[in-house]
């Protein structure tokens, strides 16, 4: 079999970036998924806000990335490319749901006309007169569920990547 010899570094603005966001998506995950379990409250209310906070930061980050893609590309991956195609397939797809996942979280708060505040009492208000009513949460449900997935499948590459191939691939995302 042909070994991958992933041969880009990623520099540090990129690392920095990619384990922010990580951090943040599994926190806004998990802060996400519980917080309807808590009784109606403060103690909910706080933790609805945290999950705002947790996404808003995941969007700017998400913003950060693709700014920074374009300022400083990544050096093309080496590899047959089949590997390439689809390395190249699910990191377009991460950085998608890493927008679309917060904003459709949003735009559900702004179809049902109430304000997302976050970082303890900032307000963000609906641009624009929003329609779709419960779509925007049941598109949010679903797109968060399928980021996990993604998530899942992209650490399962990263190890064989690391372990398997032994290309030190996570490695370099970690130390550059
Ligand atoms: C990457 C960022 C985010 C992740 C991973 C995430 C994930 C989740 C998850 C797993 C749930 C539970 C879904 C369920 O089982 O019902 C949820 C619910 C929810 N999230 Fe997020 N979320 C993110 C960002 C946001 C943002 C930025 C907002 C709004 C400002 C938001 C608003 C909501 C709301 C309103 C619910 C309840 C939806 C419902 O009632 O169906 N989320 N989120
Ligand atoms: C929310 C979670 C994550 C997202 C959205 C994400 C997204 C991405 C993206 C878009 C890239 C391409 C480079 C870049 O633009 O920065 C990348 C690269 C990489 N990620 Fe993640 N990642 C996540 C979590 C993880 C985790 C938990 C691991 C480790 C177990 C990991 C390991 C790697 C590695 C090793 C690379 C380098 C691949 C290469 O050299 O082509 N990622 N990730």
């Known amino acids: ?28 995950w998990v802060v996400g998924s519980t917080m309807e379990e808590f009784p109606r ?3 909910r209310d706080l933790a609805m806000q945290l999950h705002y906070s947790l996404g808003i930061l995941v969007l700017g980050f998400a913003a950060l990335r693709v700014a920074w893609r374009l300022v400083a590309p990544l050096p093309p991956a080496q590899g047959p490319a089949w590997q390439r195609l689809g390395a190249a397939a699910m990191h377009l797809a991460l950085i998608g749901l890493t927008i679309g996942v917060p904003l459709s979280g949003l735009l559900d708060r702004w179809a049902r006309g109430r304000a997302v505040t976050v970082f303890g009492g900032f307000p963000l208000q609906a641009p624009f007169p929003v329609p779709g009513g419960r779509i925007w949460g049941e598109t949010h449900e679903v797109l968060a569920n399928l980021m996990l997935a993604a998530i899942a499948a992209h650490v399962l590459a990263a190890l064989w990547h690391q372990f398997i191939l032994r290309d030190r691939a996570l490695s370099r995302m970690i130390r550059g």
């Open 1 to 28: 079999m042909t070994t991958t010899v992933a041969l880009r570094s990623p520099g540090m603005a990129t690392r920095a970036i990619h384990w922010a966001t990580a951090l943040l998506v599994l926190s806004a």
């Open 41 to 43: 409250g403060a103690g």
